[in-house]
């Protein structure tokens, strides 16, 4: 039954509110990301969007400081994970089993190289149910990740309380 209780929570507080100015600050941050990676993409005939990009701005413009925006992290967890997806799509299997399979390994793997960066997790699904080939690793995973962080690099540091990264 101490199982299940478990489930209750630990009625801890909900985390601080956050102020309009940082809201406001987080919305332009990945206005601009995104917005670059978009323009890139139609100007230049290469795919740079990908889904997972989404929730990297989250962390890198709502979370600077939290390990899993790092650069490190955000470049290093969508190439691992990209890698991984599209090992075992191409090279095991293209079956449900391998997806899971693959994600599992990608979650190990960025724990073990101090790499985690959650969006990146989402990277082997998307290349499962995008059936990506190869080019997918360089386009858009690493690229448009580099772009991410270039972006998260020059912006949040406009900010006057912000020092980004906390490391490499």
């Not at 795919?47 to 790092?70: E, I």
């Not at 699904?125 to 690493?142: C, E, H, M, Q, R």
């Amino acid at each position: 039954m101490n199982y299940f209780k478990k489930f209750k929570g630990q009625s801890m507080a909900l985390p601080p509110s956050v102020s309009i100015k940082e809201i406001l600050f987080a919305f332009v941050g990945g206005l601009i990301a995104i917005s670059i990676i978009g323009f890139l993409t139609k100007n230049y005939n290469n795919l740079l969007v990908m889904g997972s990009f989404g929730a990297s701005c989250v962390l890198l413009f709502g979370y600077a400081n939290s390990p899993f925006s790092q650069p490190r992290n955000v470049i290093l967890g969508h190439f691992i994970s990209t890698f991984i997806g599209l090992l075992f799509l191409h090279l095991v299997s293209p079956q449900w089993w391998s997806m899971a399979f693959a994600l599992a390994t990608a979650i190990a793997v960025m724990i073990a190289t101090k790499t985690v960066h959650p969006p990146a997790g989402s990277n082997p699904l998307i290349v499962f149910l995008l059936g990506a080939n190869w080019d997918y690793l360089i386009f858009p995973s690493l690229f448009g990740s580099i772009v991410l962080v270039v972006v998260a690099l020059f912006y949040n540091n406009l900010h006057k309380n912000r020092s980004y990264p906390q490391y490499w």
